[in-house]
């Protein structure tokens, strides 16, 4: 069975502070993919990032950034300098190797950026 | 290329009452997927479709819900009757390929009153 574990449940930060939102995954596929999803208040569930397992790079894209390390079984995501505009639930995801595609989401951390 | 359609986008309705969501993929996915949203169970999968096939249905709650994809561009979920316990964000996803990011859309919020 696989498992997601977001343990942080609220993370509160005061604007331009960096913020990393743990992940901790649990698979017994090979091969898998990692997924991060941004849900704002309005309520969309956005597309951020799509890891595989094979690849272990970390991966910065602008302001955010995604550590992957399979020994650990975490898959984090930091973001630099935020913003109130990062407000918002953050979720992590998993899908498994085989067979179709489904995603196993975490619970969620919900990050409030105070100006 | 407009990303997923759903509708409604709110929907209140009695208990009692039928209550049908309607989801349009984006254009070429092969996979469409129904969540449903709640804040003490998460995001939860209901129902896939692989080329409008439904390949998993294990999380379909009971038999007061049904889904269908007559073709490749509509896909539906029903419930009939409706139940408070029924209220919830549902959102409907698609992706191209197995393992690919999933694209959600706006979800609708249904009331059951």
């Known amino acids: 069975a696989q498992k997601v574990t977001q343990a942080q449940t609220e993370i509160s930060v005061v604007e331009k502070e960096d913020v990393t939102l743990d992940c901790v995954y649990e698979?017994?596929?090979?091969?898998?993919?990692l997924f991060w999803y941004k849900q704002p208040p309005s309520g969309e569930l956005v597309f951020l990032i799509r890891?595989?397992?094979?690849?272990?790079q970390n991966e910065i894209s602008g302001r955010y950034s995604w550590n992957f390390q399979k020994s650990t079984s975490s898959f984090n995501f930091t973001i630099t300098a935020s913003q109130v505009v990062d407000s918002a639930v953050y979720f992590c995801?998993?899908?498994?190797?085989?067979?179709?595609?489904?995603?196993?989401f975490g619970k969620g951390t919900m990050l409030l950026v105070s100006p | 290329d407009a990303g997923v359609i759903q509708s409604p986008r709110h929907e209140v309705t009695e208990m009692g009452q039928e209550v049908t969501l309607r989801c349009k993929p984006i254009?070429?996915?092969?996979?469409l997927f129904w969540y449903r949203q709640t804040m003490m169970r998460g995001l939860e999968l209901l129902i896939y479709?692989?080329?409008?096939?439904?390949?998993?249905d294990s999380g379909m709650p009971e038999d007061r819900f049904s889904a269908k994809m007559p073709n490749a561009s509509f896909s539906t979920l029903k419930i009939q009757p409706s139940e408070p316990r029924d209220s919830a964000v549902y959102f409907c996803?698609?992706?191209?390929?197995?393992?690919?990011?999933?694209?959600f859309g706006p979800g609708t919020r249904l009331t059951v009153l």
């Open positions: 995801a998993l899908s498994g190797g085989s067979g179709y595609s489904t995603l196993t």
């Open positions: 698979t017994r596929d090979t091969t898998y993919y």
């Open positions: 890891r595989n397992s094979f690849d272990e």
């Open positions: 254009s070429g996915h092969d996979y």
């Open positions: 479709f692989n080329n409008n096939v439904p390949i998993d």
């Open positions: 996803a698609s992706c191209a390929f197995s393992y690919n990011e999933q694209f």
